[in-house]
């Protein structure tokens, strides 16, 4: 019996010998490197400048201006430079400071176009908020969102019409919801394929203002006519179109900036005297011009 446990330990040894030598020997030997691949990186186009954003391209230089402007006594002349200075050292982006200030600029413009010239649109509000929306996504994409959603509406009104389905007014309208919806994220689901950045960083936000454009259209167009509607919403994004190049010019941000107390003052003054007037309108001049001249 201690022959055989002799035995057993001898082996025991023996393996756990060579085990080690092995082990020595493969530690002797260095290792063949390995060459690790270095990841490419593909430079990502920078995002076009966003007042509705709060991105360096936008925010730098008009921080820089009113780091680099003198202010006198804060009153009479300058309570509001003084607050919106406050407000900026608060952390209030000055892109959203910038764009409030130019929100009464765009609704006067739209109310002198509607009294002076006699566009109509729906009302100030809207197109004032679409033209946001195009600071926010670019026109060409505003508008062919806008142009995919009343699509959509029209059609799936039609559709209803034909096969004589009757509904209440707001089932109705929350039907043609989920069908703009469906179609929204189709051009969305669509915009990896034809590689438009902008269509794929599109926020709610726009998308909200373009369907509550295509509200009103639906309503005028179940109100009155499609011709009708077709006038109102062509003279809406006209009237967007011409407040978003007055919301991009830089002297328009840097002096509504610069100088808050003169500007206001002066908007105010000019919508007093914009109300007053109740003379033709030029489309109205050009309308009954014959009998003008008669």
């Not at 703009?180 to 709610?204: K, R």
Request: aromatic share 8%; no cysteine; glycine share 6%.
């Amino acid at each position: 019996m201690r022959k055989l446990i002799l035995g057993v330990l001898v082996a025991l040894l023996a393996v756990l010998f060579a085990a080690g030598a092995s082990y020595a020997q493969t530690r002797r030997v260095s290792p063949s490197p390995t060459i690790t691949p270095t990841p490419t990186f593909t430079p990502t186009p920078a995002p076009p400048s966003d007042l509705t954003q709060k991105t360096e391209e936008t925010i730098g230089p008009l921080e820089k201006l009113l780091e680099e402007q003198e202010l006198g006594k804060v009153w009479p002349a300058s309570p509001l430079k003084y607050a919106i200075r406050s407000a900026i050292a608060a952390q209030v982006p000055v892109n959203t400071i910038v764009l409030l200030l130019l929100l009464p600029l765009i609704a006067s413009l739209i109310a002198a176009a509607r009294h002076i010239i006699g566009l109509r649109g729906f009302g100030i509000f809207l197109p004032a908020a679409l033209a946001v929306t195009f600071v926010a996504t670019g026109p060409i994409v505003g508008i062919g969102l806008f142009l995919v959603i009343v699509t959509t509406a029209t059609l799936i009104r039609f559709t209803l019409r034909k096969l004589k389905v009757k509904l209440q007014y707001l089932p109705r309208m929350a039907l043609l919801l989920w069908w703009v919806v469906i179609g929204v994220l189709g051009v969305l689901f669509l915009a990896p394929l034809i590689n438009n950045s902008s269509l794929s960083n599109v926020s709610i936000f726009p998308v909200l203002i373009l369907v509550l454009l295509s509200e009103d259209f639906t309503r005028v167009q179940l109100g009155k006519s499609a011709k009708v509607a077709v006038n109102l919403t062509s003279e809406t994004l006209i009237l967007a179109l011409a407040s978003y190049f007055v919301l991009t010019l830089k002297p328009v941000q840097e002096y509504a900036l610069l100088n808050p107390e003169i500007y206001l003052l002066v908007i105010f003054i000019f919508n007093l005297l914009l109300g007053r007037y109740v003379g033709l309108r030029l489309m109205e001049v050009w309308r009954f011009r014959k009998l003008i001249s008669s």
